[in-house]
């Protein structure tokens, strides 16, 4: 029910300024690949694996094949036609055997011509659609096991992160958390994946705050978590990260292990990554045709916004990023049902009446967004160290996450931004979950805030920002806001950041039947 009386023209006028905004933006991400994207590609033809012989350690296979092309013939028309070419050429049997043959020195790449472009085309097409029929494998056994085990009985799902570093010892927190309440188990990725240009091999147990995002642990988890499903009488899903100089790859990762949900913002990587804005552009389009394609739920992150900009000055900067990403998210082919754009809790405490206006700023994404599962995140920024004041705050925030009918609550830990939490933080944590739901659980329906009270009036004046800074952004172009620190207080250059030698724009005669496919897909 809609509580704040929205001007649906107003409304209107916001989404038609988003889309003309990222508008241009889309239109460079279409005359543009990178690397990611062509070696994403390469993943869903089949390519795995990697040279443990490199002087420099184990280096996919799948880099060691783009390096090799980009050297040899450039990548413009991309990867797979000089790859397929010489796949034939060669009478080799697999990408994989490709690449070490590259790797040897025996292989040189060409763009072919004639009878030989259109067997090239034709074998590409065809690798390339078998990677997605094993996409759509697991998107249809999802649904089954959704239907057998069930979803959880109430709404906001339950999402608990691990992140110990070792695939192994997630595996037993995740089950644990499971067992004791989670519905969604986010594994973090170690510190600083996201800015390494390949994604690693195999299990891992050495991660830094975080776990490697890999294929292999991708499978552990997701076979943990479905034993776990079975045994808890519901399905469980699981989380990771598309983002970083990756975002493409990881993204096909996940819809080749049956992950559900995955971290896919239009700007973060942008913003708090330093990492090119063209690039994460490109890379984002292509991750979330993947998404689509594999019914992955995606989480958006405006919430960072709030921990570097000031959560009331700031507001309206959330809800022109969400407004963006929803409009990338459509034109990429993701339906809102897919779209879990992320807030955040992060208002000073101090600041007078700063649980009503949390509400307003939760109420205004939750009527601006009707069908999306939003992601509501808890408060970090001014956790203090006092974990009494800060067990309190997570009450308040599970609270409001109640009262405004969000999709996902992220457990808020009263150690959050101190320490690493330890099981028995995850523990308490969930128990005050746990106790807002069964106590406050239906108390939406007795919420009615007051037509001309300062909940009403602060969504209608934060949308009114928000309008203004679209106004703003479509005279002065998206990247030059971002380049202005718009977002985030984050000034961002579209010609800097990391990756921005990954970027090549495409000839006349470039050709991907992966982006084919996916524009093709009907969601």
């Keep these: 029910m809609a509580l704040l009386d929205l001007d649906p023209r107003v409304v209107a006028t916001a989404r038609e300024l988003a889309a003309r905004a990222a508008e241009p933006v889309v239109s460079i991400a279409k005359a543009h690949t990178t690397v990611a994207v062509e070696r994403a590609t390469l993943r869903l033809a089949g390519i795995t ?46 990408l994989t055997e490709l690449a070490e043959a590259s790797a040897a020195g025996q292989v040189q790449f060409t763009i072919p011509t004639g009878r030989d472009l259109t067997a090239a085309k034709k074998a590409a097409t065809s690798a390339v659609a078998k990677g997605l029929k094993t996409v759509d494998r697991n998107r249809a056994q999802r649904d089954k096991l959704v239907q057998k085990w069930g979803d959880p009985a109430q709404r906001p799902w339950i999402y608990l992160i691990v992140a110990t570093g070792d695939i192994d010892e997630d595996v037993v ?31 891992t147990h050495h991660g830094f705050a975080g776990t490697y995002a890999t294929q292999e642990n991708f499978r552990i988890m997701r076979a943990a978590l479905d034993d776990v499903s079975k045994e808890v009488g519901r399905y469980v899903r699981l989380t990771n990260y598309a983002s970083g100089l990756c975002m493409p790859e990881i993204a096909v990762l996940a819809g080749l292990q049956r992950l559900d949900m995955m971290l896919n913002d239009s700007m973060y990587g942008i ?18 045709q993947v998404h689509a394609r594999a019914g992955i739920i995606i989480n958006t992150g405006e919430d960072n916004y709030l921990t570097t900009a000031d959560a009331v000055e700031a507001a309206h900067t959330v809800t022109v990023s969400q407004l963006l990403n929803e409009h990338f998210a459509h034109e990429a082919g993701l339906p809102d049902h897919l779209l879990g754009l992320g807030h955040a809790f992060e208002i000073n405490p101090k600041v007078p009446d700063s649980f009503r206006l949390e509400l307003a700023h939760a109420l205004l994404a939750r ?53 690493t939490p330890f099981l028995s933080d995850r523990d308490l944590a969930l128990q005050n979950v746990r106790y807002v739901l069964n106590a406050a659980g239906s ?38 806001a971002i380049a202005d620190g718009t977002f985030g207080l984050m000034k961002r250059p579209a010609d800097r950041g990391k990756g921005a030698d990954g970027v090549v724009e495409k000839a006349e005669t470039y050709f991907n039947p992966a982006s084919d496919l996916l524009e093709a897909t009907d969601v």
């Design 443 to 480: 108390l939406a329906e007795d919420f009615r805030p007051a037509p001309d009270g300062l909940i009403v009036k602060r969504a209608h004046q934060v949308l009114g920002e928000a309008v203004d800074l679209l106004e703003r952004i479509v005279d002065d172009g998206l990247l030059n």
């Design 367 to 419: 009527e601006l967004f009707p069908d999306a599962p939003l992601k509501w995140m808890p408060p970090t920024k001014h956790m203090t160290g006092d974990v009494f004041n800060g067990y309190l705050l997570d009450g308040f925030f599970n609270l409001a996450g109640v009262l405004t009918g969000q999709s996902i609550l992220l457990v808020g830990m009263m150690t959050e931004a101190v320490v």
């Design 49 to 94: 694996g990697a040279d443990s012989t490199h002087r420099a350690g184990d280096v996919p296979w799948v880099n060691r094949v783009i390096d090799t092309v980009r050297e040899q013939c450039g990548l413009e028309h991309g990867v797979v036609l000089p790859a397929f070419h010489a796949l034939k050429q060669h009478n080799l049997a697999s």
């Design 173 to 203: 927190q995740a089950q644990n958390a499971a067992r004791a309440g989670a519905d969604v188990i986010a594994v973090i990725r170690s510190t600083g994946q996201s800015l390494l240009d390949y994604v690693p091999e195999g299990a």
């Design 271 to 288: 913003l708090f990554r330093d990492i090119n804005p063209i690039r994460t552009f490109v890379d984002q389009r292509f991750s979330r």
